[in-house]
Nanobody, 117 residues
Framework: QEQVVESGGGLVQPGGSLRLSCVVP????????VGWYRQAPGKQQDFISS???????SYAESIRGRFSINRDDTRHTVYLQMNTLKPEDAAVYYC???????????WGQGTQVTVSS
């Protein structure tokens, strides 16, 4: 079964930074929108950011100006750079690759981000 693979989570102090990576299967890379979502314990899953196959980006208001998304075509990888992290950013972060027309969608297993002093 196809899936994307996230990495880069960990423990960071408030104000610190992390970079998450999402590796997308090669056959999906050129046409899929890749997005990041997060889910904290007891809360719903929230959209964080996305990037289309041609580089258009979207961000949730809660992280705008602190997080940035970009893609590396040579590595079939999307990165989420997270700066000025806050305790409320702590969650499991999930990557999703979705076809913009068919809606076919695949997820990863998630990577844990903990923000604590």
């Amino acid at each position: 079964q196809e899936q994307v693979v996230e990495s880069g989570g960990g423990l960071v102090q408030p104000g610190g930074s992390l970079r998450l990576s999402c590796v997308v299967p090669r056959n999906l890379w050129m046409s899929y929108t890749v997005g990041w979502y997060r889910q904290a314990p007891g809360k719903q899953q929230d959209f964080i950011s996305s990037i289309t196959f041609d580089g258009h980006t979207s961000y949730a208001e809660s992280i705008r100006g602190r997080f940035s998304i970009n893609r590396d075509d040579t590595r079939h990888t999307v990165y989420l750079q997270m700066n000025t992290l806050k305790p409320e950013d702590a969650a499991v972060y999930y990557c999703n690759a979705r076809h913009p027309y068919t809606g076919y969608s695949i997820w990863g297993q998630g990577t844990q981000v903990t923000v604590s002093s």
